[in-house]
């Protein structure tokens, strides 16, 4: 059994396709407790790490794109992985944490391999990511041209599934903003456009 706490669209993205597996919905992490027998848990809520986590002595995979295992002084069967829109239905997948074959396990049979990267903020693919739609954002302000067209030449040059500003409605503009601040606090080619932070902040 696999026990997950995550929204609609992140429970759809994760068990679609995936047949063949007990899984378990709950609530929220909390519950995690009531389960102790399951193989593994997915906390997909950002950045939580509930104190009972340790005591489960399972691997627990929370969605902590921008907070790093240090930062959140995770104990060791705690593992980081992207749970954005548009990556828990992939076929590969990155994770940090200490590589063990119980981990290995569980992904093997939800046949998604992984990749095991440095516990660092992004890991790889969203800060790719992240810059892409950083520099869109700054080629809008540029009035280069629309958002609609940019999305268009995107896909069609890079073969991407998404333009920019497509992937950014996904993701969402709050959680594209927040790894991109947390990067630019140590390199300043993450600097976020000035749109980017009007759009990002303009409703709260």
Do not use: C
Not at 50 to 67: A, G, M, R, T
Not at 71 to 89: D, H, K, M, S, V
Not at 163 to 171: A, D, R, S, Y
């Amino acid at each position: 059994m696999i026990v997950v706490a995550a929204s609609d669209e992140q429970w759809n993205e994760l068990t679609g396709g995936r047949a063949g597996i007990k899984w378990q919905r709950v609530e929220n992490s909390a519950a995690f407790s009531q389960y102790k027998h399951a193989a593994a848990f997915f906390s997909l809520h950002n950045n939580e790490i509930l104190p009972e986590f340790e005591s489960l002595k399972k691997p627990v995979f929370i969605n902590s794109v921008v907070q790093t295992l240090g930062a959140l002084t995770a104990p060791e069967n705690i593992y980081r992985i992207n749970g954005w829109a548009t990556f828990l239905n992939r076929s590969v997948w990155e994770i940090a944490g200490t590589v063990n074959e119980e981990v290995d396990a569980v992904f093997k049979s939800l046949h998604i391999k992984i990749n095991f990267v440095k516990d660092e903020p992004g890991f790889i693919a969203a800060r790719v990511i992240a810059m892409i739609i950083n520099e869109a954002y700054f080629a809008l302000e540029d009035n280069v041209s629309s958002k609609t067209e940019i999305d268009t030449a995107m896909k069609l040059g890079t073969n991407y599934p998404f333009g920019p500003f497509e992937w950014v409605g996904l993701i969402g503009n709050k959680n594209v903003l927040a790894l991109l601040q947390q990067l630019n606090a140590t390199d300043s080619r993450y600097k976020p456009s000035e749109l980017l932070i009007k759009e990002a902040t303009e409703n709260n």
